[in-house]
């Protein structure tokens, strides 16, 4: 008669095995549809949006000062570590004039920078300072990172 205990307690071993192994899936199968309604309410809760309703709007976002602003921008060449300098006049909003003050480290950063000190004012004369981000001007590209860095602290100069 021990036979059918043993096959009964190899029975019982076998179904709390199973009931481990499938308890041990039920977590993580529950888990991704919480996440995914977190993720969700996350995304449709709108929360930055103002109670009216005018999420994007240009009142929503402080405007800029009239005036002249000035601000040394770095960026990397061949050369190491050069500098150029941004000087923007603004209107409304709006870049009235530019100037760019050179600060070459070698004869090719003085070439480039001067390329790109000529062909500036074509690209942003016009335009509002939250549009300005220029990646090549008159054939020079890492210029214009420098430039790119001054801009972001002239706009928060202008502020």
């Excluded at 199968?29 to 309410?41: E, I, K, R």
């Excluded at 000035?70 to 870049?95: F, K, R």
Aim: with cysteine; aromatic share 6%.
């Amino acid at each position: 008669m021990s036979f059918p205990v043993r096959k009964s307690v190899f029975v019982g071993i076998a179904g709390i095995s199973l009931v481990g192994t499938v308890a041990g899936c039920a977590p993580s199968a529950q888990s991704s549809p919480a996440q995914s309604t977190t993720a969700q309410s996350t995304t449709g809760s709108g929360s930055s949006a103002p109670a009216d309703g005018t999420a994007g709007s240009s009142s929503a976002v402080p405007g800029y000062q009239d005036g002249t602003y000035s601000a040394d921008g770095n960026y990397v060449s061949p050369n190491g570590t050069e500098t150029v300098g941004v000087e923007l006049t603004l209107s409304g909003g709006t870049v009235s004039d530019v100037n760019i003050t050179q600060h070459p480290s070698n004869p090719n950063t003085r070439k480039f920078q001067g390329e790109f000190a000529g062909g500036i004012a074509a690209q942003i004369v016009g335009k509002k300072l939250d549009e300005l981000s220029v990646s090549k001007v008159a054939g020079s590209s890492l210029t214009s990172g420098g430039f790119n860095q001054a801009v972001e602290k002239i706009k928060s100069e202008a502020r």
